[in-house]
């Protein structure tokens, strides 16, 4: 077999990421501030959100039509 192009040489493999909950990263995140256990809560009740969220074919009729 033919070696391979020395045109790709320049190209940087990537590092692997450990992502694992017990993983080198978790003191870096830790660190920088990125570890929390406040997740985001919407103002809105889950039921008015359901509701909002509602699929319509009516707008998209309208838009297309005019």
């Known amino acids: 077999?033919?070696?391979?192009s020395l045109a790709f040489a320049h190209v940087i493999q990537p590092l692997s990421s450990d992502y694992r909950?017990?993983?080198p990263e978790?003191?870096?995140a830790a660190e920088k501030s990125?570890?929390?256990a406040?997740?985001?809560q919407s103002a809105l009740l889950r039921k008015r959100l359901?509701?909002?969220?509602?699929r319509r074919d009516g707008p998209g009729l309208r838009d297309t039509a005019i």
Do not use: F, I
């Open 1 to 4: 077999m033919s070696e391979p």
């Open 21 to 23: 909950l017990s993983g």
């Open 26 to 28: 978790v003191a870096r």
């Open 34 to 36: 990125l570890v929390s």
């Open 38 to 40: 406040h997740w985001y």
């Open 50 to 54: 359901k509701e909002l969220m509602q």
